[in-house]
């Protein structure tokens, strides 16, 4: 029953939510690549870096400034898409489902996400 509570509480997250669970479970596993930042980040990440030097080194042909969020690939390639993008392949939900799964007493203790809490304190009260 858990699993299935479990998958349906992630599907239901909403969008930071569901990215910072994402980007942990990309860490975890060194998939770097696959990190979702928010485009709100981009000055933040890329301080230091003059304008020239930027569009020298990284390839930005699928790149907009105007979308929501982005990933910089193995290749240094920038991508960026909208939230409707999102949730069609960006999120390894699978993998952050094993994730929690697997660790079932670290999420009780220590995730902001109500809805998660929530779920995993009713089911620690349900064995």
Known sequence: ML????MDCLLNLN???IIDLHNE???ENSYYSDRIE???SFDDLFYDVKIQ???SRYDVEDFRFNDEFFTIDDNGDLHSFNED???EDKIFYDGIYDMIYDNLDYYRNNTYIAKLK???DEY???E
């Open 38 to 40: 928010y485009m709100d």
């Open 3 to 6: 699993k299935l509570k479990l």
């Open 124 to 126: 620690e009260s349900e």
């Open 15 to 17: 969008k930071y939510e």
């Open 118 to 120: 929530e779920l995993l």
């Open 25 to 27: 479970y990309c860490e």
């Open 53 to 55: 030097d930027f569009l």
């Open 85 to 87: 993008e999102l949730f």
